[in-house]
Nanobody, 128 residues
Framework: QVQLVESGGGSVQAGGSLRLSCAAYGYTYSSTYMGWFRQAPGKEREGVAV????????YYADAVKGRFTISQDDAKNTLYLIMNSLKSEDTAMYYC?????????????????????WGQGTQVTVSS
């Protein structure tokens, strides 16, 4: 049974940093896509960053490029999101997700509909 457990959210001032973690259980971690998504109140869920666990290809939303870094510790089946230079508009519930679907190498799977398994989320609040 696929289980994704996020941690690391919290409150931080604008310009600060946070590191989110997502521990994966119950399936073969390798050769899957894992991603971070976020949803602010009143807004649709949006893709933030995605990583392919075998090979490490990464994809980022334009809004976070240069500020956020997605990485993994495949020995621990754990995904990370390092968030620097946080802005108030980064405030949202952040979700970890995974999918077993294989996508073409030229496709960036940043849509929520690209993923089928979700964690419960961790709240990030950035105050200005």
């Amino acid at each position: 049974q696929v289980q994704l457990v996020e941690s690391g959210g919290g409150s931080v001032q604008a310009g600060g940093s946070l590191r989110l973690s997502c521990a994966a259980y119950g399936y073969t971690y390798s050769s899957t896509y894992m991603g971070w998504f976020r949803q602010a109140p009143g807004k649709e869920r949006e893709g933030v960053a995605v990583l392919y666990t075998s090979g490490g290809s990464t994809y980022y939303a334009d809004a976070v490029k240069g500020r956020f870094t997605i990485s993994q510790d495949d020995a621990k089946n754990t995904l990370y999101l390092i968030m620097n230079s946080l802005k108030s508009e980064d405030t949202a519930m952040y979700y970890c997700a995974t999918t077993f679907t294989r996508y073409a190498s030229n496709y960036a799977p940043l849509r929520p509909t690209d993923f089928g398994y979700w964690g419960q989320g961790t709240q990030v609040t950035v105050s200005s």
